[in-house]
């Protein structure tokens, strides 16, 4: 009976241990996120896409840099900059699981439209697909790849196909060369 007894005194003394030391712990995380600008909700400068994020202003500039992260993990998924609440400049994507992140994409952005490259990446960290692109549309050329070995290469206008495109096989023969006129 000296033993039952013994594990519930200690049982009682560790949990009612445990719950200052999760307030304190609290406490001390609400600290640190505000020491890093961690901002739980979406601010006015921001679309309502964005809540859980930090927001730094780029000092001399008009620019704020930008990282928002997985409510649930705390993960970095996505960062770049915002100039009057549009996306600015190049944005990188994260992607993973636990507190394994990999490079997803890289796309670049001028006032809240793609405009210029954008690269994918596999979950081997090679490159999946470069695109182009022109006021938010496909325009220019695009090159996908499969195991690092280019699939398909393709020319786009205006967001449709327009121009010479070419297919190839695994080992890098063609496979079929197609042409294309406004889609």
């Known amino acids: 009976h000296m033993n ?9 003394f560790l949990l009612f241990q445990c719950k200052p030391n999760e307030k304190k712990q609290d ?13 739980p909700t979406a601010s006015p400068s921001l679309p309502p896409a964005f809540k859980a994020f930090t927001e730094t202003p780029v000092e001399g500039s008009d620019l704020k840099h930008i990282e928002r ?9 996505e960062e770049g900059y915002l100039r009057n609440g549009n996306k600015e400049g190049n944005w990188c994507t994260y992607k ?15 006032n809240g439209v793609l405009e210029g490259i954008s ?18 549309k496909l325009d220019g050329r695009y090159f996908k790849y499969e195991r690092n070995r280019l699939k398909e290469e393709l020319f786009f206008k205006n967001g449709k196909l327009d121009g010479e495109c070419i297919y190839y096989f695994f080992d890098g023969r063609k496979e079929k060369e197609v042409s294309f006129k406004d889609g």
């Open 4 to 12: 039952r007894y013994t594990l519930i005194i200690t049982s009682l």
């Open 27 to 39: 406490a001390q995380q609400e600290t640190k996120q505000e020491e890093n600008n961690i901002i």
């Open 69 to 77: 992260f997985e409510k649930n993990t705390g993960m970095l998924m």
């Open 96 to 110: 993973g699981m636990g507190s394994i992140k990999r490079l997803d994409s890289i796309s670049h952005y001028h």
């Open 119 to 136: 690269i994918t990446f596999d979950k081997r960290n090679a490159i999946e697909q470069i695109a182009h692109y022109k006021n938010n």
